[in-house]
């Protein structure tokens, strides 16, 4: 049986504010190595979660462990072992990629020698090398993405959080950012995805979970949900599952 990379047990979790956002004994488990995606309609809590994950939030009750570290007792020891690359670009504009890479790098505890030889790697792999000296405020939406991939992974962390990684990119760089996770996941790094390009999320992930009002509604391989639900795609599914009212108000 693989390690756990994330174990939530009894999760308890509401806003000060009536938000409808409400977690109550709530329970999942990801493997280590897996491609999972978090997927959901707007308000049913996909951000809320990847932010008690990730430590931004605190749970009221319950546990979350990261590869076995609890968030809230082993803060440190946890977030060592994770990145997070929020839908919202995390990158200061008025420095170039280097200059950004080199700062991130050393906020994640690396040593210089080893933060200069991953900040080339990643700008080559992610097609920034040409620029790597340019100020970020003038790059596209696309470059700004792909550097801000590179910042979530300049620690080379075992577990990797994406929040609608390829938001407002053109094809050309959704392909280049999805075969890059790819890559990532098969070298051991565990992927936890969440999107609203349900397309994407086809392409990505393994194993998915369907989250509606702060509850699974549905989880299991992409395959055997599809099959078990005699839909022929995840947004078939989706609108199933979901109903098709409309979520963004």
Not at 33 to 59: D, Q, S, W
Not at 93 to 99: G, I, M, R, Y
Request: hydrophobic share 40%; net charge neutral; glycine share 8%.
């Amino acid at each position: 049986m693989s390690s756990a990379a994330i174990e939530i047990k009894n999760l308890h979790f509401r806003y000060a504010e009536n938000s409808g956002v409400v977690f109550s004994d709530f329970n999942l488990r990801i493997d280590a190595g897996e491609r999972f995606g978090l997927l959901g309609p707007n308000g049913a809590g996909k951000t809320t979660l990847l932010n008690l994950m990730t430590g931004v939030l605190t749970a009221s009750s319950g546990r979350i462990c990261v590869l076995g570290k609890d968030i809230a007792c082993e803060p440190m020891a946890a977030k060592r072992l994770f990145g997070f690359v929020p839908q919202s670009h995390s990158l200061y504009p008025d420095l170039s990629p280097l200059e950004n890479l080199d700062f991130f790098g050393a906020w994640a505890g690396l040593q210089r020698k080893e933060i200069q030889k991953r900040s080339l790697e990643l700008l080559d792999i992610l097609g920034l090398s040409q620029v790597a000296d340019k100020q970020v405020s003038k790059f596209s939406g696309g470059m700004k993405s792909r550097l801000n991939l590179a910042i979530g992974v300049i620690h080379a962390p075992q577990v990797l959080f994406l929040d609608e990684p390829t938001t407002g990119v053109d094809v050309q760089t959704r392909h280049a950012i999805l075969e890059y996770l790819k890559k990532l996941n098969e070298n051991g790094t565990t992927l936890i995805y969440t999107s609203h390009l349900l397309h994407e999320a086809e392409q990505l992930c393994t194993r998915v979970a369907l989250i509606d009002h702060a509850q699974i509604i549905a989880m299991n391989d992409l395959q055997n949900l599809l099959r078990e639900n005699g839909k022929q795609n995840l947004e078939e599914l989706f609108l199933q599952l979901t109903g098709k009212n409309y979520r963004d108000q």
